[in-house]
């Protein structure tokens, strides 16, 4: 079974490990998208953070996408550089960076676009309101569950900190928030919950923020895969910022927002031993090459990856993902694939060292982070 | 008690997560190393899979090291090109990028060196010996217990059918073990005992290969850093492989097999929020900056690394790890330190947004990996 898929990956040539973009997937995962934001009226601002990487960018751009999200200054400059002008960046404004980030805002304005900052705190807003001519819009995050950035919801007292340190002059765009909480769940119904749940907070928040001066016309954005695809219609907000989306990976699987026909990016890696008596196969693909992101199995197993089949003419379009072949450990350079007993022969015939096997990663946005290219499955390199 | 840390490190003006290596230390590890290898009557071919930089590399050069290995071809290639021309490639074989591997060792033996070779199954032997003119010493990998790649050191018959894959044309110049089972112990004499039990073992395997035809002379190269850091003198072996003991870290410090003084790479990370109800810090720097490498806490709380404190004008040197300072959450930009109750308030005294903080990460290797260029301690760029 997997000697086939290496047969079907052989054109490509690979002697290391390689991420494999299925084009064809990713476009129909935009367009998805981008044709549910439209349909509910929302800004779609997908998050660039999981490809990083301008020709994906342009993907987006076939869809006439023109708003997008970052989550570095870096990110925002490489993007600014490959023509986009509307970029927000959704990461808490580091002071010691805002001479960069003026410069960045200034610019994309001359381009008549914008640039979008995050603050959380009546500090970093008065920051901002001491800089002159400042020309970005600013997002007060908030906590609306997820307990890792943000003004809580439900803290009107800090809320109104921030209003008053950004001061007059300085009207908030809008209120965001980063809905990381729906990961931890592990049912689409329970998604869905949490994301209703997020969207009350927000117009409580923007009950409390409009009290305290920041003006009546507060947008909300709101951003995380798991909710944003299974949503069906987005009700109550203004903006949607998913980013993993895009390729996804294993962890959207066992969310349950998506099919296996939705994964676009897998690594394909050499075959570099094999162990019958263990019935484990030792692949060139490791912690480098993956991330060390993993998936607890309900029996305790720590699995950071599975391997897939491929099909003909295409070998990641519509394989199977076989959770019966997992990657149970990684090192720096190796991983290893541990078989069922009754499974190693079958699924090892005539597999030889050198042959290459397509691993489905855990979170595709930190193993796309890992590489300096993807390919195409037409083998054409896509550079980052 | 961390804003006087980031005052040490405010010279360095860093607004991004930033590898900070401590050469004074690293080149004090490399030295101890070295003279522990000469005392024992060994090679010392260290491991540069850790740092994977030319000028990190130089600092080795100029304690008289000449041999080195690395885990990859193309780390071969670079360091190839960085004047090294005794490498060995401790990475199982992959026939596929035969090509390359050739003319590579014909390059380093045209430059009067040599290329290693590592294999462990007779597919692989067979491969080689059908390869005319490939000038490449070629080590077997033995599996002295750690069960990741290798010829299980009991396993005669498996070893003999390497022998005769090679063929009378194609002496072994030895037996390689990576004893990366010394990680799992934690306790330094249980460390020294693994690493006499691979000792052992490889002379029994030895035995097995001579009597298959394998030659009188084999080599025997043993390499991890826990057991190389502890063992006071090596015996029965004739080459050391150690990489991680450059720069060491939270993990070799758990294993007991260096001193919080020798930790050389830190990660500095800057503040982008402060949480006092919830008693956490939230800094830039996620999976892509430290790795999701963890340490599981005796309470069950999972560790991706500590902060630390500076000293006057060493930031780096001899400041302590602050075991009650742990980054207990990791995102992909995002870092989440969780302080104990009673220690928030005197920790972050004076600390602010955009302050940085220094992260000890769990495994160097991984975080090192994960940067394009290290900063010295003088704010010196070091370029991979």
């Not at 002071?95 to 381009?111: F, K």
């Not at 066992?254 to 990016?265: F, K, M, N, R, V």
Request: hydrophobic share 40%.
């Amino acid at each position: 079974m997997l000697k086939s898929t290496s047969n079907l990956l052989r054109p490509l040539g690979l002697t290391r490990p390689t991420v494999v973009i299925d084009e064809p997937r990713a476009r129909a995962n935009i367009r998805r998208m981008a044709a549910k934001a439209r349909t509910s009226n929302v800004v779609f601002r997908p998050h660039f953070k999981t490809h990083q990487c301008a020709e994906i960018g342009q993907w987006f751009a076939d869809e006439g996408i023109s708003e997008i999200t970052v989550s570095s200054l870096e990110m925002a400059q490489y993007f600014a550089g490959h023509g986009w002008t509307d970029i927000t960046l959704a990461f808490l404004l580091n002071p010691v960076a805002l001479p960069q980030i003026r410069d960045l805002a200034r610019d994309l304005e001359a381009r008549g676009g914008r640039l979008g900052v995050t603050i959380d705190s009546a500090a970093a807003a008065r920051t901002l309101a001491a800089c002159d001519s400042f020309p970005a819009r600013v997002w007060i995050k908030i906590d609306t569950g997820y307990g890792r950035t943000g003004v809580g919801w439900n803290e009107p007292e800090e809320l109104a900190a921030v209003v008053h340190g950004l001061g007059p002059h300085h009207l908030p765009a809008g209120l965001l928030t980063h809905t990381g909480n729906t990961y931890a769940a592990r049912a689409p119904q329970r998604v869905i919950g949490l994301h209703e749940d997020a969207v009350a907070r927000l117009h409580h928040a923007r009950a409390d923020l409009t009290a305290a001066g920041a003006g009546p016309d507060l947008l909300l954005s709101l951003g995380d895969t798991p909710s944003c695809s299974l949503v069906s219609r987005f009700r109550g907000i203004d903006e949607i910022r998913p980013g993993n989306f895009v390729f996804n990976d294993l962890m959207q699987w066992e969310i349950g927002s998506c099919e296996s026909s939705d994964l676009a990016a897998a690594v394909a890696c050499p075959v570099v031993g094999l162990y019958p008596q263990r019935r484990q196969i030792v692949i060139h693909g490791g912690a480098v090459h993956l991330s060390k992101e993993s998936l607890l199995r309900d029996d305790g197993v720590r699995v950071f990856g599975l391997l897939g089949t491929g099909s003909p003419g295409k070998p990641l379009a519509t394989g199977a993902i076989l959770r019966q072949a997992p990657v149970t450990s990684l090192s720096q350079e190796h991983g290893i694939v541990t078989l069922a007993a009754d499974n190693y022969e079958s699924m090892t015939a005539g597999l030889e060292i050198g042959d290459v096997v397509l691993v489905w990663p855990i979170h595709s946005c930190l193993t796309c982070d890992l590489h300096q290219e993807f390919l195409n499955l037409d083998g054409r390199r896509i550079e980052r």
